[in-house]
């Protein structure tokens, strides 16, 4: 599967953004779905994940009650709102995909992901 993610840019604390990543092929309700982030200078670090179905998320603590990851299998997009922004949330943002299709803890860690797409900037300006 090919991974295409969009919708980053430069925005105000407070703001909100909508990621979106599009993925090719005929079997993206197979993946398991998951958000990652890596700014300048450290490691990439889990954001959320969202099984198959689209029923069940995963969020790191950081982003809880502000961040909101959903999928659209019919299309074959999976989508990351985030609002209230905060200037810690400045990174590249990267949507991964997971062939297992298995959703439980282990998805929250890059290693799970076989798919990235390329990653999207998000900058959060003070």
């Known amino acids: 599967v090919q991974l295409q993610a969009s919708g980053g840019g430069l925005v105000q604390a407070g703001g909100s953004l909508r990621l979106s990543c599009a993925a090719s092929g005929r079997t993206f309700s197979y993946y398991v779905m998951g958000w990652f982030r890596q700014a300048p200078g450290k490691e990439r670090e889990f954001v959320a994940a969202?099984?198959?179905?689209?029923?069940?998320?995963g969020y790191a603590d950081s982003v809880k009650g502000r961040f909101t990851i959903s999928r659209d299998n019919a299309q074959n997009t999976v989508y990351l709102q985030m609002n209230s922004l905060k200037p810690e949330d400045t990174a590249v943002y990267y949507c991964a995909a997971d062939r297992s299709g298995e959703y439980y803890s282990g998805s929250y860690y890059p290693s799970r992901y076989e798919y990235w797409g390329q990653g999207t900037q998000v900058t959060v300006s003070s």
């Open positions: 969202v099984s198959r179905s689209g029923g069940s998320t």
